[in-house]
């Protein structure tokens, strides 16, 4: 993968992108969606945030080869402390990490926030608590996708603020657009969950004893929610 050939799932995340936006890549790696956009004519400019040195240097590196240093900013910074108040940012892309750290970046950095971006995010798992914390904070899930990639599902979830909406447990796991739309990845994926949560399932009943009383609940009311989703 470089910023010519995206991968899959990042191609996905930059279809996200409205034209013309002005983007702040959290976590940015080595910047190919920015400087992919860019080149593409997508976004008016970007900033690429990086708490680590290592991809922060390559990053800076992509930049420059690509001749976008009056358009991509690289800033070594933790979070949404990478965006600053004269960015005038649009749109916030967060890939790759955990649902729960994503949550956390967006808590802390709640201030770097005008409230009038989209956020464009794809979470490695936590995908749940990602949407109670969008749900809590005013943000409305516009579009949602499952996709399959190096054997792994990956979600990616798109939210706009707006007004205030309330998901009920079963959209919170599934999403509400997915379980609205339920694409043939999306039924694929959770064909897939149902066998292994029944066999986990099968598993706690065997050991009944070892397993928390509300562990099993929690086990047996998604392979009903998921039996239920499928039908």
Known sequence: ???QTLSMRLERVAAHVPQGARLADIGSDHGYLPVALALRGTIEAAVAGEVAHTPYASAQRNVRRNGLEQRI??????????????????????????????????ERGKARLSGGERLILQPNGGERELRAWLMANGYRIVCEEVLRENRFDYEIIVAEPGAAVVY?????????????????????????????KQQTL????????????????????????ITQVLA
């Not at 960015?87 to 750290?101: E, P």
């Not at 598993?203 to 928390?212: L, V, W």
């Open 168 to 196: 009920s447990a079963e959209e919170l796991y599934f999403g509400p657009v997915l379980m609205r739309e339920k694409s043939p990845a999306f039924v694929t994926k959770w064909q897939r969950m149902l066998r292994q």
């Open 1 to 3: 993968m470089n910023e």
């Open 73 to 106: 900013t690289i800033r070594l910074a933790d979070g949404l402390e990478a965006i600053q108040a004269q960015d005038r940012i649009s749109a916030v892309s967060i890939c790759g990490m955990g649902g729960d750290t994503m949550c956390e970046i967006l």
């Open 202 to 225: 099968a598993n706690f009943e065997r050991a009944r004893d070892a397993i928390a009383q509300h562990k099993l609940q929690d086990f047996a009311r998604q392979v009903g929610w």
